[in-house]
C-alpha cells in the first residue's frame, strides 16, 4: 500500500482526536492543567518533516506523548502483544524536547495506559523492521518492556506532581 497524502491527513485528525479524548479525561478525573496542542498538517507528506517538533499535549506544562493503538484491551495485563512500541528511533533522536511520559489508549475500548520515560528508557530496546500498520511500512522502532506500563490512575497524577517539583528543582 502506498502512503497517500489523504492517509497521511486522515492519521493527523485522528490523531488529534485522541490527544483530545486523552487530554479531557486527564483534566478530568485529575483536575490537571492540560493543554491539547493544535495540529498543524503539512500539505503535502514531503512537507512533514517540518512538522515533526509538534507536541500532542502539556499536563502542567509537561510534555506528554499520545499513542492511540487500534487494538482493544482493558487493563495493562491485557495488552495482546508482547511489550508496546514506544516510538520509530529516529523520531525520538529527531526530537529537541523528550516527553516526560508516553499514554496509550486503545481506541476500541478507551482504556489509557502510561509510561515514564525517564525511568524506562534504559530498558528500551530497538525492533529492526517493525511492522506499522496505520502507515502499512516498516520502521526501526523503539520497544519498552510491558511491565514499566501502569493503568491510568492515581498514580500518574503523583507522577505529574513529582515532575513538577523536579523541574522547578532544575530550574533554580
Known sequence: MRWAHADFQNAYEEAQVWQEYCGDQIRNRFGLDVYVTPKQIAKTVFEAPEYKQQQDILVEGLLVEVKGRREAFDSVESFPFGDPYTERVN?????????????????PTGFMMWLDTERSFPSWYVIEDAYHS???AYYTTY?????????????FRSFIERSIVRSLCLDQ
Do not use: T
Not at 520497544?143 to 490512575?153: E, I, Q, R, V, Y
Open 143 to 155: 520497544a519498552c518492556p510491558l511491565s514499566f506500563f501502569k493503568p491510568l490512575d492515581g498514580s
Open 91 to 107: 523520531r525520538w533522536n529527531e526530537k529537541n524536547e523528550k516527553p516526560i511520559c508516553y499514554v496509550l489508549i486503545s481506541k
Open 134 to 136: 496505520v502507515h502499512d
